[in-house]
């Protein structure tokens, strides 16, 4: 179906909004219940079509999850390990969660590769490389991938790109590996502190998440355990950027102000008036923005889920910004969405260039992938007249309830 977010744009925002838990953490922490052998219960769970989905496989391996508002109690007691040759699988990339998780527990895994945003490619060469040093062996058939280990033994696995979902599913797959696992090059994100603090309180013993190299030392069981997600730092820094575009005064509350301090040096170098809290960020009206460059990188850098919501504000901005994209070369497709509303981008695998100045105005726009739509949210709220973005269930997928909290901030949205 598609579903459509209309805004009547050029409206200020003001008022307080409240950021949800991390999708990111979340999405890692849904799949690794396979490895309790008692009840898990999650707080502060975000409501996005993503859980929705992973919910929907945890069902399929009789995995029982009970949701009381935005917490979840989730009794994997009677797990069944059936394969997951399921269409559901394909509909996002954290479905791969469950390779590392079931081959930990069960060392035998059989699904469909991963879907997810269409970026670019996405390989999982890395995965699964770390899978077979701990001494799985992959078989590959079209969509369907089958790992199996007699035994998991702990080794060092060095990462030739600090890729978030590589370093999660190799801590999913070595917490019950004989000895010791160490992940060099190991991505950094808050992501993967929020993991392995919750593997942790499982009795899991993992050290060094945060940093580039974590040891994983294997255990026999993992117990149950409590615990709240942290906030969502890209939500946080949507909602900056939208602040920053077409506020007079907002603040963001529930930050991690550390998460994004990527975000707002680059904003205050913009001009973006900025104040902060311990947990939250107010963003007042500014004027006469100026252009800035930014290169996108792996925590703690500009992390490239905010690329394409920056572009948006940057079509405000005096003079020329550059963005070059290192981590997908592909996601540049608001690019041509944000030029059919009077922006000025020239784009190219790897890089984008955006011609400051130039306001928008409201047309049919469609969001390709998420964050895509985020940035087309924000150039919505930004334009002059009506904006109607086509196949919004992608910012569905990672964005909760963003048209009652954009509602809640005087947007005229819908
Ligand atoms: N890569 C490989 N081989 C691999 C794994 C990754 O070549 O085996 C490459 C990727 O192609 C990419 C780079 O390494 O060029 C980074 O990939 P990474 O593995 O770090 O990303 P991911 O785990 O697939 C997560 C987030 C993304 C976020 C990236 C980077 C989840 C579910 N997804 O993806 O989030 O952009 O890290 O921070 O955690 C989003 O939320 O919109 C989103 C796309």
Redesign the pocket.
């Known amino acids: 179906m598609n579903e459509i977010i209309k805004i009547h744009g050029n409206k200020k925002l003001n008022g307080e909004v409240t950021v949800s838990s991390c999708?990111?953490s979340a999405?890692?922490i849904l799949p690794s219940v396979v490895l309790a052998s008692e009840i898990v219960k999650l707080y502060d769970v975000p409501e996005i079509e993503d859980v929705k989905v992973l919910v929907k496989l945890l069902g399929l391996l009789n995995i029982d999850v009970r949701a009381n508002g935005d917490e979840l109690t989730i009794d994997p007691t009677e797990i069944c390990n059936v394969d997951l040759l399921d269409d559901d699988v394909m509909r996002?990339?954290?479905s791969y969660y469950f390779m590392g998780a079931l081959l930990g527990r069960f060392k035998h895994v059989k699904m469909y590769s991963p879907g997810?945003?269409n970026?670019?490619?996405?390989?999982?060469?890395?995965?699964?490389?770390g899978f077979e040093a701990l001494g799985a062996t992959i078989k590959q058939d079209g969509n369907i991938i089958e790992i199996d280990a007699e035994e998991l033994k702990g080794t060092d696995i060095y990462l030739d790109?600090?890729?978030?979902?590589?370093t999660?599913n190799i801590m999913l797959a070595s917490c019950f590996a004989q000895g010791r696992t160490t992940i060099e090059n190991a991505?950094k994100?808050p992501?993967i502190i929020d993991l392995s603090s919750m593997l942790n309180k499982m009795g899991a013993h993992i050290r060094g998440a945060g940093t580039s190299e974590i040891t994983i030392d294997g255990v026999f069981r993992l117990k149950g355990c409590i615990h709240d997600i942290i906030p969502d730092r890209?939500e946080a820094g949507t909602y900056i950027i939208a602040a920053a575009a077409i506020g007079e005064d907002v603040t963001i509350k529930n930050v991690i102000p550390q998460h994004i301090e990527a975000l707002t040096s680059k904003l205050e170098e913009m001009g973006v008036k900025l104040m902060q809290g311990p947990d939250y960020i107010r963003v007042l009206e500014s004027e006469n923005l100026k252009a800035v460059d930014i290169i996108t990188q792996?925590?703690p850098g500009f992390?490239?889920?905010l690329q394409q919501p920056l572009t948006s504000l940057m079509t405000k901005a005096i003079g020329t910004s550059h963005i070059e994209e290192t981590?997908?070369?592909e996601r540049f497709k608001h690019c041509h969405e944000l030029n059919q509303m009077g922006a000025n981008i020239q784009y190219k695998t790897g890089s984008s260039t955006i011609h400051g100045g130039t306001p928008l105005h409201g047309t049919d726009i469609f969001a390709t992938?998420?964050?895509c739509g985020a940035a087309l949210v924000i150039a919505g709220l930004m334009a002059d007249g009506e904006t109607n973005i086509h196949n919004a269930y992608h910012i569905y997928r990672?964005y909760d309830s963003i048209v009652s909290k954009l509602q809640a901030l005087g947007a005229d949205i819908e």
């Open positions: 999708k990111n999405v890692a996002l990339r954290a997810g945003c970026l670019g490619p996405r390989p999982i060469d890395l995965h699964l490389k790109f600090a890729s978030v979902g590589a999660i991505a994100e992501e890209i792996p925590f992390a490239t889920d981590i997908y070369a992938d998420l964050r990672g």
